[in-house]
């Protein structure tokens, strides 16, 4: 069974850094596109960046263009997101996505980890 677990969340001040890391467990990374999504309370989950199964194709919300970086690193089963330049705005929990069609459709949902920008 294919599990996908988010680490690196934290709380960082205005202007910070943080990496988060999506481990997937039970199955091969190779085989999903990713992505990285967002909820703030009280607003709707947004996706913030995605990298299709071959890496080659990258796509960020035009909220984090420019300071997000999602990679992904196939031998070690792994997905991250690089923040950088962090705002207020970013606060969420951020979670990760696992999608594939083929041979069946499979999607996959991490538990999810809180980001706090804060002073």
């Known amino acids: ?16 850094s943080l990496r988060l890391s999506c481990a997937l467990s039970g199955g091969a990374l190779s085989s999903y596109a990713l992505s990285w999504y967002r909820q703030a309370p009280g607003k709707e ?3 913030v960046a995605s990298v299709d199964r071959f890496g080659g194709v990258i796509n960020y919300g035009d909220s984090v263009k420019g300071r997000f970086t999602i990679s992904r690193d196939n031998a070690k089963n792994t997905v991250y997101l690089q923040m950088n330049s962090l ?4 606060t969420a929990m951020y979670y990760c ?12 949902w991490g538990q999810g980890t809180q980001v706090t920008v804060s002073s």
Do not use: F, H, I
Request: aromatic share 6%; glycine share 18%; no cysteine.
């Open 87 to 90: 705002k207020p705005e970013d």
């Open 45 to 47: 989950r947004e996706k």
């Open 1 to 16: 069974q294919v599990q996908l677990v988010e680490s690196g969340g934290g709380l960082v001040q205005p202007g910070g």
């Open 97 to 108: 996505n696992a999608l594939r069609g083929w041979p069946t459709r499979d999607e996959y």
